[in-house]
């Protein structure tokens, strides 16, 4: 009977890790379009309107919730203060949701944003934005793929650890 209980909780453990694996698959997603959201806004802001970045930082902020929109008021915070360094801009965007390649690409343009003349921060943007767009599909093909599969793998893990113990 101990080994059926013990059987159960480890069950129940595998099939909630498999779970929080799909978590962080649908997490990363979601912080990755939440960032190409506030490209078209930044685009829209820079072009049109010739707001000033922590304004247009300020709108995205209110506009919405989550791991990306908590980042960007921290550095909306530093950009307030006064010229943040590339690490305090890294730190903003440590976030456990985003691989290295993402962090990379997130400190690099948020490093050099507001640093250059009108038309080469348009140019950068758009470079930007094509390389989102990949690293997006990317995302959601590990999500549909690999996301999905964890926990109906971590459930029959579970199963297998049952019925060894039973």
Do not use: W
Not at 84 to 96: G, L, M, W
Request: net charge positive.
């Amino acid at each position: 009977m101990l080994r059926l209980a013990i059987g159960g909780v480890l069950c129940f453990v595998s099939a909630y890790l498999g779970i929080a694996g799909k978590k962080y698959f649908d997490k990363r997603c979601k912080y990755l379009k939440d960032f190409s959201e506030f490209l078209s806004l930044l685009r829209d802001g820079i072009s049109y309107a010739k707001d000033k970045l922590p304004q247009i930082g300020r709108k995205f902020i209110a506009s919405g919730k989550g791991a990306f929109y908590t980042d960007v008021g921290k550095y909306i915070d530093l950009v307030e203060q006064g010229n943040p360094t590339d690490e305090q801009v890294a730190k903003c965007y440590d976030s456990k949701y985003i691989s290295k390649h993402d962090k990379v690409l997130l400190k690099e343009f948020f490093s050099q944003l507001g640093k250059f003349d009108y038309d080469t921060q348009m140019s950068r943007l758009d470079m930007t934005s094509t390389q989102l767009r990949k690293t997006i599909e990317k995302a959601e093909k590990d999500c549909r793929t690999t996301g999905n599969l964890m926990p109906k793998l971590g459930l029959v893990i579970g199963i297998a650890i049952m019925i060894f113990l039973a």
